[in-house]
C-alpha cells in the first residue's frame, strides 16, 4: 500500500497530513512525497518526517512539474498494489485504509474505494460531501454516463483507494487543451470505465482549503470547460473496457453534452433516438 502526497508549499499545514499518515492502522504503509520545488519549508518539513519514519521516501524533483506531472510520478514510483493521494491540505482518519481495503477486497471487480467526506471552507463553514450516483452500478457503460454528467460531488472518489491496475489501465491523469484543468475528472471517468467504485458510507477523510487552493484559482469559463468535454472524448476513446458501439454512445451522449443548445433539435432527436 502506498501514500501518494504531492505537494507545493505546503509547509504551514502538510504536517497534519502526515501526522494523520503516521496514525494509520494499516502496517506496512509506503508513503512517497513528491516535493516540487516548493520555495517555502515543505521539503524541510518533510525531510524531518522521513527521518523519524523509515517507510518514508521523498522524492525532490529537479524543475517544478505541477500536479499533474508530480502525481503520475508518484504513482508510477510506487511500490503498493494499493494506492491514494493524501494531499497535502488532507487528514485521513486512522481507520482510513483499514476501511477501504477491506471494501476493495470484498469485491473483486472493483477498481476504487472510497468514504464520504467532510470540507473545511475557506469561509470557515463546514461541509458534508457524499457521492452516491455510482453506489450499486456495475455496468461500464453507466458509470460513464454518470461521471460524464459530472454530478456535484464527482471528484469525492479521487480521495480513494485505488489499485495499481487501474493506473496502468489508464494511464495516469492526461492533460486536456488548457493544462491541467480538473483533469481529476478525466481520470475518474477513466477509472470508472476499468471498474466499480465501492463507497465506504463514512466520513474517514476530511480536506482543508487554503487561500491557494489550486482548485479555488482555476478560471471556469466556457473555453475551460469546452476542453475539459474534449478530453473526456479523448479518454472514452482510450478505455479498453468499453466495445466500439458503447464508446460511441458515451462520446455522443458527452458530445451533446458539450454542444448542448447549439445543435438544432432534429439532430437532437435523431441521436437521442441512436442512443448518443
Not at 47 to 58: G, I, L, S
Not at 78 to 106: I, N, S
Not at 206 to 221: C, E, F
Request: charged share 25%; aromatic share 8%.
Amino acid at each position: 500500500m502506498s501514500a501518494l502526497v504531492p505537494t507545493y508549499n505546503g509547509a504551514a499545514f502538510i504536517g497534519r497530513t502526515l501526522d494523520s499518515l503516521a496514525a494509520q492502522t494499516w502496517p506496512n504503509l509506503e508513503v512517497l512525497i513528491g516535493d516540487d520545488r516548493s520555495t517555502d519549508d515543505t521539503l524541510a518539513v518533510v525531510e524531518r518526517f522521513a527521518a523519524a519514519h523509515p517507510n518514508v521516501r521523498v522524492l525532490e524533483r529537479d524543475t517544478n512539474l505541477g500536479w499533474l506531472r508530480n502525481s503520475n510520478e508518484l504513482m508510477a514510483e510506487a511500490r503498493g498494489e494499493l494506492m491514494f493521494f493524501a494531499f497535502h491540505d488532507d487528514v485521513v482518519a486512522p481507520t482510513y485504509v483499514e476501511a477501504l481495503v477491506a471494501a476493495l477486497r470484498a469485491d473483486p471487480d472493483a477498481v476504487l474505494a472510497f468514504s464520504d467526506m467532510e470540507v473545511h471552507e475557506l469561509d470557515g463553514s463546514v461541509e458534508l460531501h457524499v457521492f452516491d450516483q455510482l453506489d450499486g452500478v456495475r455496468s461500464r457503460l453507466e458509470r460513464g454516463r454518470v461521471m460524464v454528467r459530472r454530478p456535484g460531488d464527482w471528484w469525492v472518489p479521487n480521495r480513494g483507494v485505488f489499485r495499481a491496475s487501474g493506473f496502468a489501465a489508464v494511464g495516469g491523469i492526461h492533460p486536456n487543451e488548457r493544462g491541467e484543468y480538473s483533469a481529476d475528472w478525466t481520470w475518474l471517468l477513466g477509472l470508472a470505465l476499468t471498474g466499480a467504485f465501492v463507497r465506504v458510507p463514512e466520513v474517514l477523510c476530511t480536506k482543508y482549503y487554503q487561500s491557494g487552493s489550486l482548485s479555488k484559482k482555476w478560471p471556469h469559463d466556457a473555453a475551460q470547460r469546452l476542453a475539459l468535454q474534449r478530453a473526456g472524448i479523448a479518454e472514452i476513446r482510450r478505455s479498453r473496457g468499453l466495445s466500439r458501439i458503447e464508446k460511441a454512445r458515451l462520446a455522443g451522449h458527452l458530445r451533446r453534452r458539450v454542444l448542448g443548445r447549439r445543435l438544432p433539435g432534429g439532430l437532437k432527436r435523431v441521436l437521442k433516438r441512436l442512443g448518443l
